[in-house]
């Protein structure tokens, strides 16, 4: 199973500003996924993210607002930019192993004041 | 239309008692997996249990089973002997053959009592 460092694990942050979220793979994979999940609620993929190539982002989703870097195959960011009360929530960092099923890192509990 | 469906918002069951939470899928791919995870208040996701599309047998995974029926499209969890640490959120979650995204449920708090 892969382990999965995802930090800051929660952040307050000033509304208008941006937060870049981290998350470290102790192996190398090829895919690496972000969710966010607000609060109460289930949750939605924001982006694939694979190395060498643009984040691949889902429906409502846009790169100006969750950009992600992805620079080698063990690490990924994605940045929360010009938040709003809206955007609190979790963020959570997930890759796929050798075995089908998908590993989270921690998660970044976010809130936007 | 909804993908995952979990219909239990919240389920209570006593220490030491089994309890089935629901779920139910729809997909018109042949080949799909099927996962159910737990998120305890920290937040974390932690993976219980998979089940293959053409898995013949039930997935077990010690005190967590996954009852499994596919003409009916449910991939109910079971858990047995509930402990206290077992009061959590617990999402049931898809990913079909032709993607590698999940797709989640809206999820079930399960509150075990003494």
């Known amino acids: 199973s892969a382990v999965i460092s995802q930090k800051p694990s929660r952040d307050i942050c000033q509304r208008g500003t941006s937060l870049t979220i981290q998350c470290q793979v102790d192996s190398q994979v090829t895919m690496m996924f972000w969710y966010r999940q607000q609060p109460g609620q289930s949750l939605t993929l924001i982006a694939t993210?694979?190395?060498?190539?643009?984040?691949?982002?889902e429906s409502g989703f846009v790169i100006d607002k969750f950009p992600i870097s992805r620079p080698n195959l063990t690490f990924s960011t994605l940045t929360v930019s010009n938040m709003s009360p809206e955007d609190s929530s979790i963020y959570l960092c997930?890759?796929?192993?050798?075995?089908?099923?998908?590993?989270f890192g921690q998660g970044t509990r976010l809130t936007v004041v | 239309a909804q993908k995952i469906t979990q219909t239990q918002p919240g389920m209570f069951v006593q220490e030491k008692e089994a309890v089935t939470l629901d779920c139910t899928y729809d997909t018109s791919d042949q080949s799909y997996g099927l996962f159910w995870y737990k998120q305890p208040s920290s937040g974390e996701m932690i993976f219980l249990i998979y089940q293959g599309s053409y898995d013949e047998q039930n997935a077990t995974e010690g005190r967590y089973s996954l009852n499994f029926q596919k003409a009916r499209k449910s991939a109910n969890l079971v858990i047995s002997a509930s402990q206290l640490g077992d009061s959590a959120m617990y999402f049931c979650?898809?990913?079909?053959?032709?993607?590698?995204?999940?797709?989640f449920g809206t999820g079930t708090r399960l509150q075990v009592f003494p």
């Open positions: 997930s890759v796929e192993g050798q075995e089908p099923e998908a590993f």
């Open positions: 979650a898809m990913r079909e053959g032709n993607t590698d995204k999940l797709i």
């Open positions: 993210a694979n190395q060498g190539s643009e984040a691949t982002y």
